[in-house]
């Protein structure tokens, strides 16, 4: 089956921790994204990468970092510099950047408390 | 100019009637139109999308109308159901963002009462 997968599905950390979210595609893409998304804001770009070993600053990146040292992987790296955590993240991957469709993982509630 | 304006926030329609939902932009660079479906707890699927050389696409119930000199495109559910309740929402990508990015609408919430 193909797809994307993102662990965990909920995730609870304590404030001035950092913590990590994985997010695997086995489609072949090249591109993927992180979004972050709050209730009534739809989905905000955190991060995204064209290609390994590339990614771009999204409209709202302080506080998080990722990599991508693997084509199937991007993993976002939730920092305690990010001041209000607590979201449902999501990560998406197209076969190139910014053309045609993206499909989406299912998504990583992470509660900071 | 990066801007995808969509509305109503919220939709409340009857079963068998039409949902409708509107989107604009304003960059005209934008090349690609897609419609992406939500559920609760799910991320988000693409289910219907359009290139600005067409005015319309249907595939099933769904309708999309891109007006592109009025920069607006707009999602039409017909014969909506119980179980096209979710959240909807627009975007914009291609040319216009860099080429790299799909700038996405704040979200429609649709409730189809039985």
């Known amino acids: 089956d193909g797809g994307i997968t993102q662990s965990p599905k909920y995730l609870f950390r304590k404030e001035g921790q950092n913590v990590t979210l994985s997010c695997e595609q086995n489609l072949n893409h090249d591109a993927m994204y992180w979004y972050r998304q709050d209730p009534g804001q739809g989905l905000r770009l955190i991060y995204y990468?064209?290609?390994?070993?590339?990614?771009q600053k999204g409209d709202i990146a302080e506080g998080y970092s990722v990599s991508r040292e693997k084509k199937e992987s991007f993993p976002l790296t939730v920092t305690s510099a990010q001041k209000n955590p607590t979201a449902f993240y999501l990560c998406?991957?197209?076969?190139?950047?910014?053309?045609?469709?993206?499909?989406f993982g299912p998504g990583t509630r992470l509660t900071v408390t | 100019q990066q801007q995808v304006k969509q509305s109503p926030q919220s939709l409340i329609v009857q079963k068998g009637g039409i949902s409708i939902i509107n989107c604009a932009y304003e960059n005209t660079a934008f090349d690609y139109f897609p419609w992406y479906q939500q559920f609760p707890g799910k991320g988000p699927a693409l289910l219907i999308a359009?290139?600005?050389?067409?005015s319309e696409k249907k595939e099933g119930r769904f309708t999309i109308s891109f007006n592109k000199s009025a920069k607006q495109f707009s999602l039409h559910i017909m014969d909506s159901q119980p179980g096209d309740s979710a959240t909807y929402f627009c975007?914009?990508?291609?040319?216009?963002?860099?080429?790299?990015?799909?700038?996405f609408g704040a979200g429609t919430r649709l409730f189809v009462k039985a």
């Open positions: 998406a991957s197209s076969l190139e950047a910014g053309h045609g469709e993206q499909y």
């Open positions: 975007a914009a990508g291609g040319g216009g963002t860099g080429g790299f990015k799909t700038i």
């Open positions: 359009i290139r600005p050389d067409v």
């Open positions: 990468s064209q290609i390994v070993n590339d990614f």
